[in-house]
């Protein structure tokens, strides 16, 4: 099913999605554990983006791992920015998330398709690139937003992302991201990750006894692909490992953009700049860069936002 761009933010409302994000406790609450089932978030962001196969599986890890941390937001105004600066070929990578786990994001270079690697697998980190930073930003309604930062170094993302927990948090962190793409189509199959956090008390042998599941929790994705429900795949992969579920919530892809907001842009662009578009152009399309929706404006509405612009800027003078 092909959605057009413009009414993007409607149908994923509408979409029937059995996206999930489930967070739990281990070992009476020694371990944190996160985890999402994100197909239709991951489809709408490929095809609101025209995203090729590997930038699909590039921003799907990118937007999933987003979702997971953007549950633990607690206010409406609060939010998450991640950005992938690594240099590879497809540019930035951006994802912001807000509370619930609505998230939104773009590759610079969308359509960019790189070979598959010998393993026969999407070569995300050449999209992703390992010639640079990881930096999330998180704004939680305090005087300044934290910045945190560090060298990525693998470029597969979730590596990226355990590093990033370590090296600027102290978090040890074990984080696994898959998305399964269709060969033939690009459509997505299946959407899934895990994020396991053990608090500082965790013995030792809790730790080891997850390491030693780590190659049942690679098999997530494929799992979910063949039908299984996120809950029952998790007790499946966790073997004995109990799990107690504190909260499921409905990640989405959901942008929040409006034309007030693209109004607002094109005001605080100045008098001298707008009439130079009205001149030029006689009209206006801009794209919004997070969710491609497109916002047309006529001579007639431009000539009404300068009018606006002379009467902020005569005030501000
Ligand atoms: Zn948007």
Do not use: W
């Not at 937001?73 to 912001?96: E, M, R």
Request: with cysteine; charged share 25%; aromatic share 4%.
């Amino acid at each position: 099913m092909m959605i057009s761009s413009e009414n993007i933010n409607e149908t994923n409302e509408n979409m029937s999605s059995e996206d999930v994000v489930i967070r739990g406790l281990l070992f009476n609450g020694a371990v944190n554990l996160t985890a999402i089932s994100g197909r239709t978030l991951v489809e709408t962001a490929r095809q609101a983006h025209g995203l090729s196969h590997v930038c699909t599986a590039a921003l799907g890890r990118l937007l999933m791992q987003t979702a997971m941390m953007s549950v633990q937001l607690k206010n409406s105004t609060d939010n998450l920015t991640v950005i992938f600066d690594g240099n590879g070929a497809g540019g930035k990578i951006v994802a912001v998330g807000h509370e619930g786990g609505r998230v939104k994001g773009y590759v610079d270079n969308p359509s960019v398709e790189l070979p598959l690697k010998a393993n026969g697998k999407l070569d995300v980190s050449g999209v992703v690139g390992t010639d640079g930073e990881l930096r999330i930003i998180r704004d939680l309604s305090l005087k300044e937003p934290y910045v945190g930062r560090c060298a990525i170094t693998d470029g597969e993302i979730a590596n990226d992302f355990a590093n990033y927990f370590v090296v600027s948090e102290q978090q040890p962190s074990l984080v696994y991201l898959g998305v399964r793409v269709d060969p033939a189509t690009g459509e997505v199959r299946a959407a899934s990750g895990i994020m396991l956090q053990p608090l500082p008390f965790c013995p030792d042998e809790h730790i080891t006894a997850l390491e030693s599941r780590t190659s049942e929790i690679s098999k997530l994705t494929r799992l979910i692909e063949e039908g299984g429900k996120l809950e029952a795949v998790l007790l499946d992969i966790l073997g004995d490992i109990d799990i107690e579920i504190t909260e499921t919530t409905q990640p989405m892809f959901s942008c929040d953009c409006s034309r007030e907001k693209i109004e607002a842009a094109l005001i605080s662009m100045g008098r001298a700049e707008l009439s130079d578009i009205i001149e030029k152009d006689g009209k206006a399309e801009l794209v919004c860069r997070f969710c491609d929706r497109k916002y047309n404006f006529t001579r007639e509405e431009l000539t009404e936002l300068l009018n606006e612009a002379e009467t902020k800027e005569d005030v501000n003078d």
